[in-house]
């Protein structure tokens, strides 16, 4: 009996699990949940939205700078997102209507990133894995990068809580405790392309805004504190990766959107339920 | 020393002049408040002086390590962010929960703790903003017209609530206000704006003050104009080109 009972071979820790995909792709997805929560709900609190789309949009352009300068994708990412989300913000500050630039922005750099690309040659690039995500496809080194930027964000995001959320309450407000409100929005706009530069190979650019909002609005309905909702976000964010990833394996459905599926879902049911209980 | 000086201060909006060489002082304990009207450029100074906005030329002095407690005209809180009162009076420093309750009882709104900011009616949320500005132990109060919204009694109760935390702390308290008659009792010293200064002095050498009669007097003896409460006279649509008449003596 004993030994139908043991299993077959020790069971798998630490390094070792890393071998298995599923494991890093998991991995990988809540390294993403876990920064895209607390600052998708800055980008909720401060409607932002649309400017976190132009910047995950501009993304493609930067994968096609890091094809044709042969730079890791993932600094190329960072560098047009951070060229993106600064050249908005600075829009911003001179007043212009910025509806319409956002619109402007975001769709002329992903159209000129997605004609930059078809100058690569063919065989190096799947395009599809940059749109929608390749998480399945991620390697030990994605990883360590995905958490380091991933961590990065938290620790920025936690070290300046008070003073960010002061300044998004009121720059009137934050200016009168000595808080300077620009340079608390430069430090959104900075965590904002890292994100977007981590989350490219799990979600794909034109998901990494729904990463960013779907969990972050879902836990809106459950919170009572900002905290609360932006550890909300977090859980939400997480389990749906894990589900979504599950849901992709059983169904042979593309990770990234999946994972937003069931970010969505989530989403859906919580609304339903507060609309129940308020009758 | 003055606790907060805006000396020589020149903002402008897109080329159209907004404060032309303002000068004003705030020395502790005293109650200064500033008259207006409309687009005059008192919330620009307000906000000049806060820091929020930085003038073309000229400069804002605060004494060294100054806390400012600040209330707002009105304060927008998303939909979306969800903030208890606690929470809110924690923001940015972090308060004990009984300087918290504390405070709530000290503006006469006890045991809103956890209760949504979205939640409040108008009285309570600028009672919870006194709150927040009186919980840093602050030397002087900013106040931009923070009974905007609020009816009449609530207006009257919240300046009584406002002496009384003056006689108590010594907070020096600079306002915006455009109540007349409110200013004209409870302040020490008002100053009149119009884009400069167009006279400033105790309550009532202001009221005698032929620029201020101009703004506020619609030719009477000005001292009517203390008790009318008028909230929309058109003056700055009809003289605002013309400002050197200010200084030529009431209407006949």
Redesign the interface.
């Known amino acids: 009996m004993t030994t139908i009972m043991a299993p077959r071979k020790p069971i798998i820790m630490g390094a070792a699990m890393l071998d298995d995909f599923l494991v890093r792709a998991a991995i990988a997805g809540v390294g993403v949940a876990l920064a895209a929560g607390p600052l998708g709900s800055f980008v909720i609190w401060r409607r932002m939205a649309y400017f976190g789309d132009a910047t995950a949009h501009a993304a493609i352009l930067g994968v096609a700078l890091a094809l044709i300068l042969s730079i890791p994708i993932t600094l190329g990412t960072l560098l047009i997102a951070l060229a993106m989300a600064a050249t908005v913000s600075w829009l911003a500050a001179r007043g212009h209507a910025m509806d319409a630039t956002l619109g402007v922005l975001a769709h002329s750099a992903l159209a000129l990133g997605l004609v930059a690309i078809s100058f690569v040659p063919a065989v190096r690039v799947d395009l599809s894995a940059f749109l929608f995500g390749d998480i399945l496809a991620v390697g030990k080194t994605d990883l360590a990068v995905i958490w380091a930027g991933a961590l990065l964000v938290v620790g920025l995001l936690v070290w300046r809580w008070a003073r960010l959320l002061t300044a998004t309450l009121s720059r009137e407000l934050a200016a009168a405790s000595g808080i300077d409100p620009d340079r608390e929005g430069l430090v959104l706009t900075l965590a904002l392309a890292v994100v977007v530069a981590v989350a490219l190979k799990v979600v794909g650019a034109l998901l990494i805004a729904a990463m960013l909002i779907i969990p972050a609005a879902a836990a809106r309905g459950l919170a009572r504190t900002p905290e609360g909702m932006a550890m909300g976000a977090v859980g939400i964010g997480a389990t749906s990766a894990l589900a979504g990833l599950g849901a992709s394996w059983q169904f042979d459905t593309p990770a990234g959107p999946s994972i937003v599926t069931a970010a969505a879902a989530v989403f859906l049911v919580v609304a339903v339920f507060g609309r129940l209980r308020r009758g | 020393m003055s606790l907060l000086a805006a000396e020589n201060l020149h903002v402008s909006y897109g080329g159209a002049a907004v404060l032309e060489g303002v000068s004003v002082a705030i020395e502790p304990g005293e109650i200064v408040t500033l008259v207006g009207p409309n687009g005059s450029g008192k919330s620009t100074l307000v906000?000049a002086m806060?820091?929020?906005i930085s003038p073309d030329r000229g400069q804002v002095v605060r004494s060294r390590g100054l806390r400012?407690?600040?209330v707002?005209q009105r304060?927008h809180?998303?939909a979306?962010?969800?903030?208890?009162v606690a929470?809110?009076l924690s923001?940015?420093?972090?308060q004990s929960d009984a300087s918290v309750s504390a405070a709530l009882d000290r503006v006469g709104v006890p045991g809103l703790e956890?209760r949504?900011m979205t939640a409040l009616s108008g009285g309570q949320f600028q009672r919870v903003l006194l709150a927040r500005a009186l919980l840093?132990d602050p030397q002087i109060l900013?106040l931009?017209e923070p009974t905007q919204g609020l009816d009449q009694p609530g207006e009257a109760a919240f300046y009584e609530l406002l002496e009384a935390v003056r006689r108590e702390t010594g907070v020096a308290v600079f306002m915006v206000s455009h109540d007349l008659h409110v200013v004209m009792s409870a302040s020490d010293r008002v100053v009149c704006l119009n884009r400069h200064i167009c006279c400033q002095g105790t309550p009532k050498v202001v009221s005698a003050a032929p620029e201020y009669r101009a703004l506020f007097g619609h030719g009477t003896h000005g001292a009517l104009a203390l008790y009318q409460h008028d909230h929309d006279h058109s003056h700055d649509h009809d003289h605002g080109p013309a400002q050197a008449d200010y200084h030529g003596g009431g209407h006949a």
């Open positions: 906000k806060l820091g929020v400012i407690g600040y707002p304060l809180i998303d979306n962010l969800p903030m208890t929470r809110f923001l940015p420093t972090r956890n949504q840093t900013v931009d």
